[in-house]
């Protein structure tokens, strides 16, 4: 019923940037948080950042400073603006949308594939 389909992974080398981009599709009446998770290899999946309908952010303190969220909600999008990227930030990325939809009550967690990001040193 929704997609959430993620891009814009890769590798790169520590000190550079990325940018993620994730789209939701589908019946989708109205769409509450939006966020970003991700899981390194061995470790649990762990919050990166999430954004509320109205633009509220809210981000890992690892990611403060260096890592932007935005969303567009006409287009049901988020991104995900990675700058100054190290080594530890190597993970699979998620994109995660919490989706009320056309003709339902209450809201549902949908997410994405995952996208690798590789941060070399």
């Given amino acids: 019923q929704v997609q959430l389909v993620e891009s814009g ?10 940018r993620l981009s ?12 939006m966020g970003w ?3 390194a290899p061995g470790k649990q999946r762990e919050l990166v ?15 403060k400073g260096r890592f932007t969220i935005a969303r567009d909600n006409t287009k049901n999008t988020v991104s995900l603006q990675m700058n100054s990227l190290k080594p530890e930030d190597t993970a699979v ?15 549902i967690e949908y997410w994405g594939q995952g996208t690798q990001v590789t941060v070399s040193s």
């Fill in 93 to 107: 990325y998620y994109c995660n949308a919490q989706v009320k939809l056309a003709y339902t009550t209450g809201w």
């Fill in 49 to 63: 950042a999430t954004i509320t309908y109205g633009g509220f952010a809210n981000y890992a303190d690892s990611v």
């Fill in 9 to 18: 992974g890769g590798l790169v080398q520590a000190g550079g940037s990325l």
């Fill in 22 to 33: 994730c789209a939701a599709s589908g019946s989708i009446f109205s769409i509450n948080i």
């Fill in 37 to 39: 998770y991700r899981q």
